[in-house]
């Protein structure tokens, strides 16, 4: 790895402290130990090559993007954790934002439709030695929970695949105490529609992107549900590229992929070409201004911070 990105890695991964060391290992010890915290933090990360692996690049750019920024105990800006509260994740997938909210010492709740991942989750959490937590197989519509019991709730990439989002947003807010603080994004609607005519059609279509939300009608879907919007941001010019190339290539190889749980190797030669590209750019000296601009011209997702009334 170029030194000029190891210093780039060490200053995220250890200064920042945004991702998990693995036993034994020194924070910032080497390009080894920076991509073993990348996988600590995300089990699909590779290794072999980080420059070129997309979750590697994307967890950086995340953490560029104002994500998990372990100095303040933000997952996002303005979203803080720490021991005192109770998170849930609604749709924890593989559960990244759980990972991050543990470390800071929160207990936490997570839920999925996939018991796989739930069970997946619980054990990688067990591994690390953090054992306040507990893992749901539940539908977003129906949490077994009790009311007013959570402080921190979110909802990652969530409500796009569901058929009524106020329900389920309507839950997040019984469960929530008066005061609690919610992190909500959703895939960016200029960006979906781009993408449209080029995925495969059952991205668009049920367990998969069911409907596109605009940045608007998310804010007031929160707020007819008893939420008041604190804080708004937008994020991934990289996955937006890299989703469009991803269908592209799998159209060449006659591969008809459906979902982005397909971001696992082996990765096509233009994939790997992007994120190194990527990787470039992130590596030049005085670019944060460019790559805020591209995050800002066609962002991946959009993210809203809301406390509730």
């Avoid at 996988?39 to 290794?47: I, K, N």
């Avoid at 954790?81 to 991050?100: K, N, T």
Wanted: glycine share 8%; hydrophobic share 40%.
């Amino acid at each position: 790895m170029a030194g000029s990105l190891r210093v780039k890695l060490r200053a995220l991964l250890s200064r920042r402290q945004s991702m998990p060391v693995p036993p034994g290992a020194t924070p910032g010890g080497g390009d080894a130990v920076s991509c073993e915290a990348a996988v600590a933090s995300d089990p699909g990360v590779s290794c072999a090559n980080p420059r070129t692996d997309p979750r590697h690049c994307g967890l950086v750019d995340m953490v560029m993007s104002d994500w998990l920024n372990a100095e303040t105990g933000e997952l996002f800006t303005g979203f803080a954790l720490g021991p005192q509260d109770e998170l849930l994740d609604v749709g924890c997938g593989d559960g990244l934002a759980v990972m991050f909210a543990a470390q800071q010492g929160a207990r936490t709740t997570f839920c999925d439709l996939d018991p796989a991942k739930v069970r997946s989750l619980s054990e990688r959490l067990l591994e690390r030695g953090l054992t306040r937590h507990a893992g749901l197989v539940a539908s977003g519509e129906r949490l077994p929970l009790p009311d007013g019991c959570m402080s921190r709730i979110i909802a990652t990439e969530v409500l796009e695949h569901v058929e009524d989002p106020a329900a389920v947003l309507r839950e997040m807010v019984r469960v929530g105490a008066p005061g609690a603080k919610y992190l909500i994004s959703v895939p960016d609607a200029a960006s979906e529609r781009f993408q449209q005519p080029f995925a495969h059609a059952s991205y668009f279509a049920a367990p998969n992107h069911v409907r596109i939300i605009e940045p608007r009608e998310l804010e007031e879907l929160a707020e007819s549900c008893g939420l008041q919007v604190e804080g708004r941001g937008q994020w991934g010019f990289y996955w937006f590229l890299w989703m469009n190339f991803f269908w592209a290539s799998q159209r060449e190889a006659g591969d008809d992929a459906t979902a982005m749980d397909r971001i696992r190797p082996p990765y096509h030669p233009l994939l790997q070409s992007w994120t190194e590209t990527w990787t470039r750019l992130l590596e030049l000296p005085e670019t944060e201004g460019l790559r805020r601009a591209l995050n800002g011209l066609m962002p991946k997702s959009r993210v809203i911070v809301a406390r509730r009334k």
